[in-house]
């Protein structure tokens, strides 16, 4: 027999299978949900939570008072990325959710800071 006591069992997965939440749907394109892409609910989008599934009806709650990117929602729902990426494919299908692009790289430059700086080279080395 064995000595040792008896160790606790782990659970090592989910209880629910990801396939099972996302009802087997495959992931949308790359560029249709990235990470800093900003989501939000529709006004009237809870009238439809009961119907949603628990995943879903958490991702909904979570960006019910305003913008979230796509990686915090995936961050405070503990689901993978692709997984979120799913749900919120389906909860726009629906017309529950708004999702904006991502601001591309070169527009997000603020041009006041650019400015600040301009300005200081110029005190610091003359123009």
Known sequence: MN???DQELELTS???PLFVITNGRGLPPDH???RTALVSAHQDATVSAPTLSPEARQV???VRDGFLSVAEVAAHTHLPLGVVRIL???LEESGLIIARKPVPRAERVD???LNAVLD???A???A
Request: glycine share 8%; no cysteine.
């Open 3 to 5: 000595d040792e006591p």
């Open 14 to 16: 989910a209880l629910v």
């Open 32 to 34: 249709a949900y990235e």
């Open 60 to 62: 909904l709650e979570l």
């Open 88 to 90: 919120l494919a389906q």
């Open 111 to 113: 041009r006041e800071v």
């Open 120 to 122: 200081g080279l110029k």
């Open 124 to 126: 610091r080395f003359g």
